[in-house]
């Protein structure tokens, strides 16, 4: 009885761990997109072929982002491999290019499938991108590959924690900045979290 009750300890901590690890990586994506105003095209590339190896998969992405630079040359990018239901592995992009053709995109990928999507009308597009991440990021698929791909040349985000104290002080300093996105938080280990998310 006992090693049962351990082990459905043992699974509470470890969906606890997930959840946490699940809520991190949704973050970095909402900052770095909101960071990044540029990044207004949305594209899905696919596999003709079942490609089920992210690795495999990941080799000729690189190469696909090296003939894209190529052609766009201050290009920047945020991408999520994911897998389909058949196994294969397919990405979500975000990129900073205005225009490509389809046509012109479908040869440069040469892979199979694309799609092209300009992000019109979404107030905070990092947070309608994260929700693409889902818990399948735990796929033993994943284990020791990066989860997020990313250019280089993406503006990081200015991560400030201010204490009830300082309060007063950042409120005067960010109010000439604009506010983006706010929300609330109940937290076990800190209490009421406010978090705001603004762009200058």
Do not use: C
Not at 55 to 68: Q, S, V
Not at 76 to 88: C, D, S, T, V
Not at 146 to 175: C, D, M, W
């Amino acid at each position: 009885m006992q090693e049962i009750k351990n082990n459905e300890d043992r699974a509470f901590q470890m969906e606890i761990v997930r959840d946490f690890s699940l809520r991190r990586t949704r973050s970095r994506i909402t900052r770095l997109i909101d960071s990044n105003e540029d990044l207004r095209t949305f594209i899905t590339l696919t596999f003709a072929d079942n490609i089920t190896d992210l690795k495999e998969a990941n080799i000729i992405f690189k190469k696909f982002i090296l003939r894209l630079k190529y052609l766009h040359k201050d290009l920047k990018y945020l991408a999520i491999p994911e897998f389909q239901k058949r196994g294969a592995v397919h990405y979500h992009l975000l990129v900073n290019i205005k225009y490509i053709d389809n046509a012109i995109l479908a040869n440069i990928w040469n892979q199979g499938f694309v799609m092209i999507n300009k992000v019109k009308h979404v107030n905070h597009l990092g947070l309608y991108i994260s929700k693409y991440i889902s818990k399948n990021l735990f796929d033993i698929r994943y284990f020791g590959m990066r989860k997020i791909l990313s250019s280089r040349n993406l503006e990081k985000p200015i991560i400030v924690i201010i204490t009830q104290e300082i309060n007063a002080f950042f409120n005067n300093s960010f109010s000439k900045l604009k506010l983006l996105f706010e929300k609330d938080y109940l937290s076990d280990w800190l209490g009421k979290i406010s978090y705001r998310l603004y762009s200058s």
